[in-house]
C-alpha cells in the first residue's frame, strides 16, 4: 500500500493530519447535536476529505460553483456532514453552523442539495455521483477544453449498484483522465458487510477490467492520499480509481469497524472519542496555501436560445413527429454551440442521429446505458454549462425513473425526448411501447411534460424545452402524423390549442400525439366533436378544458396511446374534479397489448376513430 512518491513535508502531513480529526470532530458533534445522521461513514473518509480540500483541490470558497474550479461530488450522499464540515473549515461559513444540520430552517439537509451553493447534484440515492462527474469530466476535457478535474467519492456498498459499472465504462471509452473516483472502501454496509469487505485486489482488478487507472493505498495515511491524488492528476491515459481501505468509525473506541451503527449519532462514544481527537490536535499553524485556480473555463452567458428558423411545412404533410425534433434541435444547434445532444444507441430511430451528422462534436453516445446517460447529461448542465437533450425509446425512460427524481431534486435543467411510445408503434409488441411514461414524468416535481401533435408543434417544443429552467420531457410519435398547424402558430407551455370547433358541439375530445389525429378524424364525419390538443401535459390547461367543456354540454372525453393511469384522462379529470356539471369519460390502453399493426391495434384496445364517435354517440 502507499505510494514511492516523496510526497508533502512533516508540517503539512501534521495539518492535513489534523484537519482530518477536526472534520471527524464535527461530523460527531453535529449528528449527536442532530440526532441522527451518518457520523461513522464520515470518519472513514475524514483524511480523503481533509487532502482534497485542503491539499490538492482548486477551488474558490469565494464561489462554490465557478467555472474553472475542481469538482467534487459526494456520491456516497448520507456522510454529507464531514462535506458541510469541509466547507465551514475551507471558510464558507461558520463552523457553528454545523450544529444546525438536519433543522428544518437549515439548508444543511440530511443528504446533499442544490440548495447549498457548494452542491451541484443531489446524492443519497446511491450510485449516482459518478455519472454526474463523467458528464463533468466530459464537458471539461472535450467542450470546455479546460483544466479543472473532477473528483467522486464512492462507497463501497454503493459499488454494488450497476450504474456505477454504467459510469465506470463510460469514463474509460471517451478517456477521461480528468476524472478520478475514490472509493472509500471501510467494509460494512448498512445491515452487512460489504460484497468484498476488504479485498481490495478483488476491487483493483473490476476497476482496472473497466479501463481505470488503479491505485490501492492506506485511506488513513494522509501522505499515501497526497501520492496517490497526485499520481492521478498526472496519468493521461484515462482514469484513475483510487481504492481507499478505511474503517468505518475510525477513531471512535467501541465502534470502529464494527457493525451495526451505521446512520446512528453516537452519543457519549462520540463524545469521549471527540475529546481524544481534541487533545491530539497540534497547537501549529491552522492553514495551507491550496494550489491555485487556473482560470481557463470559457465565459458562457445566459443560455438563451431560438430556433435559427421557423419550421417550414405544409398543412397535410406526413411527417414523424421523431423526425420534427431532430430538425428542431438542429436549428437549435445552429443558433447555439452549447447544445448537446445524447442518446442511448437509439439514435437512428430517434433521429438525434441527424443532430450528430451535423454537430458531430455535439453529441455523445451513451450506449445502452440509460441510467448513465441521465447523469452524464445532469453533469453536462451543471453549473449553466449546456443545454442537454437526451433521447432513447420513451419505454426505456422507465428504467431511469430513480435518476430522473434525483436529477429533479437536483434542480437540474435537462431534456428528454422518448419516441416509439405507445399501442401505434405497432408489431415490436410491448416492450418497445411506452404506456406508463406521461405518468411517471408527471410525477416530476417541476417537470414540462410535452406531447406535440405534428411537426410544427414538436420543433417549438423543443425550443421551449431549451429555455425552461427545470427538467422537461417530449413525447415523440414514431409514425407519420399530418401536419395540422400553421408554421407561424405560437405555442407557450401550458396553453392549449383548440384544434376544431363549432356552435353546435355536444362533447369536448381531448387527444394527443395519434389520438390526436384519431380524433379528428372522428370530427370529420361527426360534426358535433369539438376537439383539444393539451399540448402539455403538465402544466395543464385547466381554463381552457373547462371553457370549452362548458360550451359543449359538460361532456369531455379524453382518448390516449398511455395506460389509463397517470395518463391524460387522470389529468384531465383531476383539472376538472371541482367543477359542476362536467362529466369525463377516458378512453385508454386497459391491458397490456400485444404486436400488430399500429391502426389495428388502435382499434383493439379502443383509441380509435370509430371508438371516440362510439363514445361521443353513447
Known amino acids: 500500500m502507499g505510494q514511492d512518491n516523496k510526497g508533502p513535508d512533516e508540517k503539512t502531513l501534521k495539518f492535513l493530519e489534523d ?242 451503527f451505521h446512520g446512528k449519532a453516537l452519543g457519549d462514544k462520540g463524545k469521549d472519542a471527540v475529546q481524544i481527537m481534541k487533545a491530539q490536535l497540534s497547537s501549529e499553524g491552522n492553514s495551507l496555501e491550496r494550489p491555485p485556480v487556473v482560470e481557463d473555463a470559457p465565459k458562457i452567458g445566459d443560455l438563451k436560445v431560438k430556433l435559427s428558423q421557423p419550421p417550414s411545412y405544409k398543412l397535410g404533410d406526413q411527417v414523424a413527429v421523431r423526425l420534427a425534433y431532430s430538425k428542431g434541435l438542429i436549428k437549435l444547434g445552429e443558433a447555439c454551440d452549447r447544445v448537446m445532444a445524447l442518446d442511448g444507441d437509439t439514435k437512428n430511430s430517434t433521429y438525434s442521429l441527424k443532430y450528430r451528422e451535423k454537430f458531430a462534436g455535439r453529441h455523445i453516445e451513451c450506449y445502452v446505458a440509460e441510467q448513465n446517460m441521465i447523469g452524464v447529461a445532469m453533469g453536462l448542465a451543471a453549473r449553466g454549462r449546456a443545454i442537454t437533450f437526451s433521447s432513447t425509446f420513451a419505454a426505456f425512460f422507465t428504467r431511469t425513473f430513480d435518476h430522473l427524481r434525483m436529477a429533479a431534486v437536483s434542480q437540474t435543467p435537462a431534456n428528454f425526448c422518448g419516441s416509439h411510445c405507445g399501442v401505434s408503434i405497432g408489431v415490436d409488441g410491448p416492450s418497445q411501447m411506452a404506456l406508463e411514461d406521461i405518468g411517471m414524468f408527471r410525477s416530476i416535481p417541476n417537470c414540462v411534460v410535452f406531447y406535440p401533435s405534428d411537426a410544427v408543434s414538436c420543433e417549438r417544443a423543443v425550443e421551449l424545452a431549451a429555455n425552461y429552467k427545470d427538467m422537461t420531457f417530449i413525447r415523440a410519435t414514431r409514425g407519420n402524423t399530418p401536419v395540422i398547424y400553421e408554421n407561424n402558430e405560437v405555442f407557450e407551455i401550458g396553453k392549449a390549442k383548440i384544434v376544431r370547433k363549432s356552435a353546435g358541439d355536444k362533447a369536448l375530445v381531448i387527444g394527443a400525439g395519434v389520438t390526436l389525429i384519431e380524433a379528428l378524424k372522428a370530427a370529420d364525419k361527426v360534426k358535433t366533436i369539438r376537439v383539444l390538443d393539451p399540448f402539455t401535459l403538465k402544466p395543464l390547461d385547466k381554463a381552457a378544458i373547462i371553457e370549452n367543456a362548458k360550451a359543449v354540454g359538460g361532456k369531455i372525453i379524453t382518448v390516449e396511446d398511455h395506460y389509463i393511469e397517470g395518463g391524460i384522462g387522470e389529468a384531465v379529470a383531476a383539472a376538472v374534479v371541482n367543477e359542476p356539471g362536467l362529466t369525463v369519460q377516458m378512453l385508454a390502453v386497459r391491458k397490456i397489448p400485444r404486436s400488430g399493426p399500429g391502426d389495428k391495434l388502435l382499434e383493439l384496445y379502443g383509441i380509435s376513430a370509430a371508438d371516440i364517435i362510439k363514445a361521443v354517440e353513447a
Not at 49 to 56: A, E, Y
Not at 224 to 248: M, Q, R, W
Open 19 to 260: 484537519m482530518a480529526n477536526k472534520l471527524r470532530i464535527h461530523s460527531i458533534e453535529s449528528t449527536n447535536a442532530a440526532g441522527s445522521g451518518h457520523p461513522t461513514s464520515c470518519c472513514s473518509m475524514a483524511e480523503i476529505m481533509s487532502v482534497l480540500f485542503f491539499h490538492t483541490m482548486r477551488y474558490k470558497v469565494s464561489e462554490p460553483r465557478d467555472a474553472s474550479s475542481d469538482r467534487f461530488i459526494l456520491s456516497k450522499g448520507h456522510a454529507a456532514p464531514i462535506l458541510y464540515a469541509a466547507w465551514a473549515e475551507a471558510g464558507l461559513f461558520p463552523t457553528s453552523d454545523l450544529n444546525k444540520l438536519r433543522t428544518i430552517d437549515s439548508d444543511l439537509e440530511g443528504h446533499p442539495t442544490p440548495r447549498l451553493s457548494f452542491v451541484d447534484f443531489a446524492t443519497g440515492s446511491l450510485g449516482q455521483g459518478l455519472s454526474c462527474g463523467c458528464g463533468m469530466a466530459y464537458m471539461g476535457k472535450y467542450i470546455d477544453k479546460a483544466s479543472y478535474r473532477v473528483y467522486v467519492v464512492i462507497g463501497d456498498a454503493e459499488s454494488a449498484e450497476g450504474s456505477v459499472w454504467e459510469g465506470m465504462n463510460f469514463a474509460s471509452y471517451y478517456k477521461l483522465n480528468n476524472l478520478c473516483a475514490i472509493f472509500d472502501i471501510n467494509r460494512l454496509g448498512q445491515s452487512d458487510p460489504t460484497m468484498h469487505g476488504h479485498d481490495l485486489e478483488t476491487y483493483k482488478k473490476k476497476t482496472e477490467a473497466f479501463g481505470f487507472h488503479t491505485l490501492i493505498i492506506d485511506g488513513h495515511d494522509v501522505k499515501s492520499v497526497c501520492n496517490a491524488l497526485e499520481e492521478a492528476s498526472k496519468y493521461t491515459d484515462g482514469p484513475t480509481a483510487i481504492l481507499a481501505k478505511t474503517f468505518k468509525g475510525k477513531g471512535v473506541k467501541g465502534v470502529e469497524d464494527f457493525d451495526n
